[in-house]
């Protein structure tokens, strides 16, 4: 650590050591703090439009895993790898999960993807034809084979069923199709895994999501038992939605599996995790942090325009500072300001946590675990490209949305 940075750490800490806070403790948290990384958002990505796929993409998953790699050893908080399936079909998983751990990484959620098909035209789990509906189970189910194999605790399921016109089809009548595929998915878990149940408002289809909300989600998941619980996409809810309060719901229930992190404007646009609205993700983490594990944290993005291990060392960083700024919310006293009725000093106190500088706190956890103080930085300073990008020759693999 320089001179300055140890200054700006020291000021910090002594602030913070004032305000009654453990800053050990944070730390340590902070330390203990994993992300997912998607396999997904290393691979070519684009948008209905069009894709503009740079020099030195990743040609198969192995490859993949070696740019996540990257973004771990300079983050040091990204041991773990989402896959999508078929997107990183293989012969043998097993030789993969190998690669992974002489990265020093892990292979996380395993995602089953029911669209690509052109037999789930009319619907993955909810078509109306018996036959569709039997292979989208037994691709799920080979899902759970495939994460038995590498290792893998969690399924991670995005229906994107749904109708695009009133009177399509019935809704009750595909609920109950839905459930039917999950009970026999759900009874197929080991005991240690989880099936995380997403939803989305819309899109693919645009009149009606059958798991489009939390409570659809939360639905299934209660139907289905213990080990199924809602996953939460930044991306996918109308606007204005509370968010944190969701998280809140879900958590006090234990039903909250885990997050898509990504940020949007407008629709389900994966923009980097914290670009657009940093506040709504530091509430987020403010009621994770008050929980004393977190839950599954993947990354859900696609870089479209931007370097995508750039990209994803920046979201990794910024889910870091999120965190470190919830740690530091004096709970006590909110809790004290809330019972006495204090509107504003109770909000207050989030502001402050959140108008805090915390990074010389982050720098500081990520160069004792061996990683960068400044890891978008060091990612421009350093030298992949001539190591590892500029050695792709082969063709690029697809597998992000419009790629
Ligand atoms: C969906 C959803 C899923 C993701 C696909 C690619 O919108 O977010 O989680 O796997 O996109
Ligand atoms: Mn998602
Ligand atoms: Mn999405």
């Known amino acids: 650590m320089s001179d300055t940075s140890r ?24 330390a203990d703090h994993r992300i997912e990384t998607p396999s997904w958002g290393y691979a070519n990505a684009g948008t209905r439009f069009g894709s503009y796929p740079p020099a030195g993409l990743p040609s198969d998953p ?5 740019d996540a790699a990257e973004v771990h050893r300079l983050t040091g908080s990204a041991p773990l790898v989402a896959i999508h399936i078929p997107w990183d079909q293989l012969d043998d998983y097993t030789a993969l999960k190998q690669h992974a751990a002489s990265l020093g990484l892990e292979i996380g959620t395993v995602n089953p ?31 759970i084979e495939i994460a038995r194999q590498v ?56 009149y009606a999501t059958d798991l489009a909300d939390w409570g659809s989600s939360l639905l299934t998941c209660q139907k289905l038992g213990p080990k199924a619980k ?16 969701i998280v809140a719901f879900l958590d006090d229930e234990d039903r909250l599996g885990g997050f898509h992190f990504n940020n949007r404007k407008y629709g389900d646009d994966d923009l ?34 931007e370097s995508k291990i750039e990209g994803m060392v920046l979201s990794v ?50 160069e004792e675990k061996g990683a960068a103080a400044d890891p978008v930085a060091a990612f421009r300073d350093g030298d992949w490209w001539e190591r590892v990008g500029s050695r792709r020759t082969a063709a690029a693999t697809t597998g992000g949305l419009g790629a």
Not at 117 to 137: H, P
Not at 231 to 242: C, S
Not at 296 to 303: E, G, N, S, V, Y
Request: aromatic residues 8%.
């Open 7 to 30: 200054t700006d750490y020291d000021r910090l800490v002594e602030r913070l050591a004032a305000r009654g806070l453990d800053v050990g403790a944070i730390e340590q948290r902070l």
């Open 62 to 66: 192995f490859e993949k895993f070696d």
């Open 113 to 143: 993807n029911l669209f690509g098909d052109q037999r789930y035209k009319l619907g993955s789990l909810v078509n109306t034809d018996a036959a569709i509906r039997r292979l989208a189970t037994d691709h799920v189910l080979e899902c």
């Open 151 to 206: 290792g893998s605790t969690g399924i991670s399921l995005w229906l994107p069923d749904g109708t695009n016109y009133a009177g399509q089809d019935s809704f009750v009548a595909r609920r109950r199709r839905l459930h039917e595929c999950l009970a026999e998915v759900y009874a197929a878990l080991d005991d240690e895994m989880e099936l995380l149940v997403e939803y989305k408002l819309y899109e693919p289809a645009f």
């Open 230 to 245: 809602v996953l939460v996409d930044l991306g996918h809810h109308a606007q204005g939605v509370n968010i944190e309060q």
């Open 272 to 305: 980097i995790v914290g670009s657009v609205n940093p506040f709504e993700l530091f509430l987020i983490y403010t009621e994770l942090a008050a929980a004393p594990k977190l839950p599954r944290l993947t990354i859900d993005q696609a870089h479209v325009i």
């Open 317 to 366: 960083v910024n889910l870091q500072e999120a965190f470190a700024k919830a740690l530091l919310v004096d709970r006590v006293a909110l809790a004290e300001r809330q019972a006495a009725g204090d509107v504003l000093g109770a909000h207050e106190l989030l502001l402050d946590a959140f108008r805090t500088d915390v990074r010389p706190l982050t720098a500081k956890v990520r």
